[in-house]
T-cell receptor
């Protein structure tokens, strides 16, 4: 157990809908990252937050957004969902925002868009 | 641009035999390198990481990896494979000089250890 928690574990929804994925980092970690894992794209970095502020953006669609709250938990919002958004979404956390810190991954949320 | 290559989609090895999972990387500066393992329906667990210093890095569950700067490689090894080592293995790199902490992952190598 990495100490990173993600809810829900599974999510099934329809095209055009909006969902929110939640992540709680390890105790003491200030940085949160979101990754998408799909069969065709592999593991792709989406976005990073550090102590409440956006630090870096990766291959994140405009339909997707995220935030990190004062208690350091983070939410990833996915809207106008398409079939191709079906994937495993991971949250990871690290102590700091740069450098050699190890990223610890949560168990993931499996999103299925029908 | 940073990139990681894992040339083998799958590696098959008999239990008790040594195993190697290959990884090469490309970064503009010096790298931080990681190996993660993913078991079915589970998240990624870090096995080991190379930051600096000794080129041979020892990690969890008896795994080790050797950093080779001239060949830009970071192959994962274990002297004696176990059936329980069967999983998906990812190599990842972070550019030390990069502005972010994001990891670039390889495509993954499925390790199958036969009893």
């Amino acid at each position: 157990d990495s100490g990173v928690t993600q809810t829900p574990k599974h999510l099934i929804t329809a095209t055009g809908q909006r969902v929110t994925l939640r992540c709680s980092p390890r105790s003491g970690d200030l940085s949160v990252y979101w990754y998408q894992q799909s069969l065709d794209q592999g593991l792709q970095f989406l976005i990073q937050y550090y102590n409440g502020e956006e630090r870096a953006k990766g291959n994140i669609l405009e339909r997707f957004s995220a935030q990190q709250f004062p208690d350091l938990h983070s939410e990833l919002n996915l809207s106008s969902l398409e079939l191709g958004d079906s994937a495993l979404y991971f949250c990871a956390s690290s102590l700091g925002g740069r450098g050699m810190d190890t990223q610890y991954f949560g168990p993931g949320t499996r999103l299925t868009v029908l | 641009a940073q990139s990681v290559a894992q040339p083998e989609d799958q590696v098959n090895v008999a239990e008790g035999n040594p195993l190697t999972v290959k990884c090469t990387y490309s970064v503009s500066g010096n790298p931080y390198l990681f190996w993660y393992v993913q078991y079915p329906n589970r998240g990624l667990q870090v096995l080991l990481k190379y930051i600096t210093g000794d080129n041979l890095v020892k990690g969890s569950y008896g795994f080790e990896a050797e950093f080779n700067k001239s060949q830009t490689s970071f192959h994962l090894k274990k002297p004696s494979a176990l059936v329980s080592d069967s999983a998906l293995y990812f190599c990842a790199v972070r550019d030390i000089g990069g502005a972010t902490n994001k990891l670039i992952f390889g495509t993954g190598t499925l390790l199958a250890v036969q009893p």
